[in-house]
């Protein structure tokens, strides 16, 4: 896709498929670490958009966030989730339709937060270890040190 600017090199995406692959496993390590949310329906009724801004936080926690709806929430918080601009935005070219991920270098942009575009969405999925093996955005959030 022409849009997709700047586009990796190969050995580039090769670095960044690597990275991403081991923000992955550190994530799900530290998923499956923590305690399971304690939910006492009978004394705190569910607010379904509180239930969405914890699972921004809780994924942007974890230092990995995937798919476009996630991405755009974290994004659109970006300066309470990290403010140092600690992330790196990586983003797939040959998503179709592309309309889908037009919005996001330019928010990316707005926070600070470096993008680049991986040839394939298939390889980012699977560095992702996502289920479906077909990601279209993927934000990495570095630990804080």
């Given amino acids: 896709n022409p849009m ?3 586009l990796s090199s190969a050995k580039l995406t090769e670095r ?5 692959e081991r ?3 550190a994530a799900a390590r530290q998923r499956a670490l923590a305690p399971p949310p304690v939910r006492n329906v009978d004394v705190e009724p569910w607010d379904p ?3 969405r801004e914890a699972e ?5 926690g974890a230092g990995f ?3 476009i709806r996630r991405v755009t929430a974290a994004m659109k918080k970006a300066d309470k989730l990290f403010p140092d601009g600690g992330a790196i935005l990586i983003l797939a070219a040959d998503v179709m339709p592309f309309d889908l ?3 996001l270098p330019i928010t990316s942009e707005e926070a600070h937060v470096p993008y680049i575009f991986v040839p394939n969405q298939l390889f980012l999925g699977e560095a992702a ?3 479906s093996s077909n990601v279209a955005v993927v934000l990495v959030i570095r630990p804080v040190d």
């Fill in 49 to 51: 958009s509180r239930g």
């Fill in 65 to 67: 966030v995937v798919g």
């Fill in 129 to 131: 270890q996502f289920k």
């Fill in 16 to 20: 960044v498929l690597r990275y991403v």
């Fill in 101 to 103: 991920l037009c919005h």
């Fill in 23 to 25: 923000h992955a496993k």
């Fill in 56 to 60: 921004a936080r809780a994924g942007a």
């Fill in 4 to 6: 997709a600017v700047p």
